[in-house]
């Protein structure tokens, strides 16, 4: 049996490295963030071959005295914390006072740095362990740091590097999140000598836009919400913008960029109601809040956090984001929130100046719908009732618009004036920017199921008695499910009762929905009770239920409408909410502008 011995340090810190530098990403993160926490202004970062060859990272912060600069590579040495309430409370990037350690365990180092105080810079170097003495270097107020060579003493450890491509893509991924994060210092990156991003000192609206583009920025809603010691600010992204991978994604909690999985689902949930399928939204969100609320201790790599009320916080971001997913708002630089003590003054800036791009196409976009109530607009005596369950007015007395937009006879809504119906699938509208083009039972859907949403949380879901039941073969355990759950039916809006041991009947429905084909409603939602339980359904599963019902209640394709009923369906989908994308998260609208139209028909060239 071997005798226990203590490891070399040089083994430690390259058992360490294979934690904290997984790849050349992973090193030029610990650097970036070493640059940040020194109050840097302007940091530049230089790759060759993905950074595999080399990183380069360049700050003007306070930098290192030359009596500092041996214990900056040792290991557990830190400037950040000296005790463990500091480590409670960490308000800095880095804390463990490993990270350039274990990067010189794996490569050779090169540190320079000098304070303004001091009349020159000094440089230290280091390989295999093995630390030179100081010396004098030409560099101005900041630091400088080398990292040649990755892996180049474990080659086992380098053959698991990709490509350079590959890990140029995952270093460039590190730079926006850094970037991102705070939007008051400028940063240029560059690979094998050309420069592929330079960023300048911006406001946080329009760094997100020079990293994400106009397209984000132009179909995301505001998010500004604080309630106690949380503060949720950024922006969130239509479901217009949502993407087939999370490639968009990025949370930051006080100024950290993290990974969670409360925080994921949170969003998740916010997002459930108009996201389709497997879809995945798109945010650049900050979260401020008391720096012992979160432990970032949790991994080397600090890309994971534990929060002491999870619960709460969960609660709090998910209503932050349904909450303004549901009120959509345009995007402007006075209504974007400020970033706290990281806001700066946008002088500086140097993108986000260009035209702004479509979000779908060259000629076609879908924007928020400001909500405003109806306008009045009369609707048909026998289409409105079952459309929205309302009053039914006299169709003489409809006030049907006749001026055109732009002719100052009448307001235009959002969604403009109906001009006709496409093979009785899309009404066509038009509005003072141009034309609209509208899916009539994706509209109704979303319609529908934010009514009957609102109604059963109101307890005010009212139930229309059916004139002649419907009556409808079906199987034991449709039958004993009816009876069993026959309380969960009727607060869904149903009342549905045995005739038979293979017989049951239909004899109320919920009033928005009477129209709808009763015999599938019905069958649907016994198997969903069937599937899941009576509990579930009202609860965990509602609005999946709710969703289908308001599918078999929408007007259906090739339902022919008149102008006065088209319009009606308009001046609901202006007042309700999410009324951009139907249950099932895809478009219901699009509009293309008159500016576009032009181009099409290449109209003054």
């Known amino acids: 049996m071997n005798a226990i011995k203590p490891l070399p340090d040089l083994l430690i810190s390259q058992i360490a490295a294979g934690e904290v530098v997984e790849r050349p990403a992973a090193a030029l993160k610990e650097m970036l963030e070493n640059s940040v926490d020194a109050g840097s202004t302007e940091v530049t970062v230089q790759l060759f071959q993905g950074g595999i060859k080399l990183i380069r990272v360049a700050d003007n912060g306070t930098g290192i005295s030359k009596e500092d600069l041996p214990l900056a590579l040792a290991r557990h040495a830190t400037s950040k914390i000296d005790s463990l309430e500091d480590l409670q409370k960490v308000a800095s990037l880095g804390f463990r006072g490993e990270a350039l350690a274990s990067i010189a365990a794996v490569s050779r180092l090169a540190l320079a740095s000098r304070r303004a105080e001091e009349k020159h810079a000094w440089r230290i170097e280091t390989e295999g362990g093995r630390l030179s003495t100081p010396e004098p270097a030409a560099l101005s107020r900041g630091t400088t740091v080398e990292m040649h060579d990755l892996y180049f003493n474990t080659p086992a450890r380098r053959k698991f590097l990709k490509t350079e491509v590959t890990e140029l893509s995952h270093c460039e991924e590190v730079f926006k999140r850094i970037a991102l994060s705070r939007p008051d210092i400028a940063f240029s990156l560059q690979h094998n000598g050309v420069v592929r991003n330079h960023l300048r000192a911006a406001d946080a609206r329009l760094r997100i836009e020079a990293?994400?583009?106009?397209?984000?920025?132009?179909?995301?809603?505001?998010?500004?919400?604080?309630?106690?010691?949380?503060?949720?600010?950024?922006?969130?992204?239509?479901?217009?913008?949502?993407?087939?991978?999370?490639?968009?994604?990025y949370f930051f909690v006080n100024g950290r960029f993290v990974r969670d999985k409360l925080i994921a689902h949170a969003l998740r949930e916010a997002y459930r109601d108009i996201l389709h399928l497997d879809r995945h939204p798109a945010f650049v969100l900050f979260l401020e809040m008391n720096a012992e609320g979160v432990?970032?201790?949790?991994?080397?790599?600090?890309?994971?956090?534990?929060?002491?009320?999870?619960?709460?916080?969960?609660?709090?971001?998910?209503?932050?984001?349904?909450?303004?997913?549901?009120?959509?708002?345009?995007?402007?630089?006075?209504?974007?929130?400020?970033?706290?003590?990281?806001?700066?003054?946008?002088?500086?800036?140097?993108?986000?100046?260009?035209?702004?791009?479509?979000?779908?196409?060259?000629?076609?976009?879908?924007?928020?719908?400001?909500?405003?109530?109806?306008?009045?607009?009369?609707?048909?005596?026998?289409?409105?009732?079952?459309?929205?369950?309302?009053?039914?007015?006299?169709?003489?007395?409809?006030?049907?618009?006749?001026?055109?937009?732009?002719?100052?006879?009448c307001d235009v809504p959002p969604l403009g004036f109906v001009l006709g119906q496409l093979l009785g699938i899309y009404i066509l509208s038009q509005n003072e920017r141009g034309l609209l083009i509208v899916d009539m039972h994706a509209a109704h859907e979303r319609i529908l199921y934010e009514k009957l949403k609102s109604a059963l949380d109101n307890h005010t879901l009212s139930m229309q008695p059916l004139l002649i039941p419907a009556i409808f073969h079906s199987d034991s355990l449709d039958v004993a499910a009816a009876e069993e759950n026959s309380a969960t039916l009727r607060e869904l809006g149903f009342e549905i009762s045995a005739l038979s041991p293979t017989m049951l009947v239909v004899r109320s429905v919920p009033a928005t929905l009477k129209d709808a084909d009763v015999v599938k409603l019905a069958r649907d939602l016994l198997t969903e009770?069937?599937?899941?339980?009576?509990?579930?359904?009202?609860t965990s599963k509602r609005n999946e239920i709710l969703s289908t019902m308001a599918c078999h209640g929408a007007v259906r394709a090739n339902r022919i409408l008149t102008v006065t009923e088209m319009n009606a369906?308009?001046?609901?989908?202006?007042?309700?909410?999410?009324?951009?994308?139907?249950?099932?998260?895809?478009?219901?609208?699009?509009?293309?502008s008159l500016a576009d139209l032009d181009k099409m028909f290449m109209r003054g060239r």
């Open 295 to 409: 432990d970032v201790n949790v991994h080397p790599t600090k890309i994971e956090v534990r929060f002491r009320d999870p619960r709460a916080l969960h609660q709090f971001i998910f209503h932050a984001i349904d909450k303004a997913l549901a009120s959509p708002q345009p995007l402007s630089a006075a209504s974007f929130p400020a970033g706290g003590r990281r806001q700066e003054s946008s002088d500086h800036s140097e993108t986000g100046a260009g035209a702004p791009t479509a979000a779908f196409s060259a000629y076609s976009r879908q924007n928020t719908i400001p909500l405003a109530p109806p306008l009045g607009i009369a609707q048909s005596q026998a289409f409105y009732p079952a459309l929205f369950g309302a009053d039914s007015r006299n169709p003489e007395s409809a006030e049907t618009p006749t001026a055109l937009p732009g002719t100052g006879k």
């Open 211 to 249: 990293i994400l583009g106009n397209e984000f920025s132009e179909t995301s809603v505001v998010i500004e919400e604080q309630a106690a010691d949380l503060r949720l600010w950024g922006l969130a992204a239509s479901p217009a913008y949502s993407r087939s991978s999370r490639d968009a994604q």
């Open 569 to 592: 369906l308009l001046r609901e989908m202006e007042a309700t909410e999410r009324a951009g994308q139907c249950n099932h998260g895809r478009p219901t609208w699009f509009e293309i």
């Open 529 to 538: 009770i069937r599937e899941f339980g009576a509990s579930r359904v009202l």
